[in-house]
């Protein structure tokens, strides 16, 4: 009996310690210049695991492709869905930006820009969330986030947005994929994208407002 409650005290300590380590492990794992699927299970918001910390965060740049699976019955409350992003710090709904979609009528996919500033959620600030393109599925599209002068810089395909971002602290983690806010789908959702290294400044030229 002793040994029995021995065993069963052990496996209490370590089942939590060996979370933490998988979950750790996962969050430093390099996708970087490699095409993966995510895939989200009709009902939920998210996949596991959901964050990639990072240190000195400046930007993030990928590819994605969208799919058949981005099309949904628009919901009352057809909030934005979060592709890819950073978080400015512990909690990302102090400071973080992210490259958002939605479906509208079941027909027509937006891509759109979004950002918690100094604590302000999107819908309750001004100039935090904006719509920027329109997409199709099974094409490649290109975006880069950066952290800029207190600014958060989109540069997605031929198109730029910013917003102010506040005063964070340089690092924070990757924000993947989340479906919805008020609402999932019923079905699976699936995203392929490649996560890229750091871009040369001088590339970036071409897509900076001019003054």
């Not at 979950?23 to 970087?32: E, G, L, M, P």
């Not at 099309?71 to 890819?84: D, F, I, M, V």
Request: charged share 25%.
């Amino acid at each position: 009996m002793k040994v029995t409650i021995r065993i069963l005290t052990v496996v209490i300590i370590l089942l939590p310690l060996s979370e933490i380590f998988l979950v750790s492990r996962a969050t430093f794992i390099d996708y970087s210049n490699k095409w993966r699927e995510i895939e989200i299970k009709k009902g939920n918001h998210s996949y596991y695991p959901s964050v990639h910390f990072i240190y000195n965060l400046e930007q993030t740049e990928f590819q994605f492709k969208a799919n058949e699976s981005w099309y949904y019955p628009e919901p009352e409350r057809n909030g934005w869905s979060k592709l890819r992003g950073f978080s400015m710090g512990l909690h990302h709904d102090h400071g973080s930006v992210r490259l958002v979609y939605k479906c509208v009528d079941d027909t027509l996919l937006l891509i759109g820009g979004y950002c918690y500033v100094n604590g302000v959620h999107p819908n309750d600030g001004v100039g935090q969330q904006a719509t920027i393109d329109t997409i199709d599925t099974d094409k490649v599209y290109h975006c880069l986030i950066k952290y800029e002068d207190e600014k958060f810089k989109f540069y997605f395909e031929d198109k730029y947005w910013e917003c102010y971002a506040g005063e964070n602290p340089s690092w924070g983690y990757m924000l993947n994929p989340f479906i919805g806010g008020v609402y999932t789908l019923e079905h699976d959702w699936k995203i392929e994208i490649f996560d890229v290294k750091k871009l040369h400044d001088d590339s970036l030229q071409a897509f900076e407002p001019r003054l």
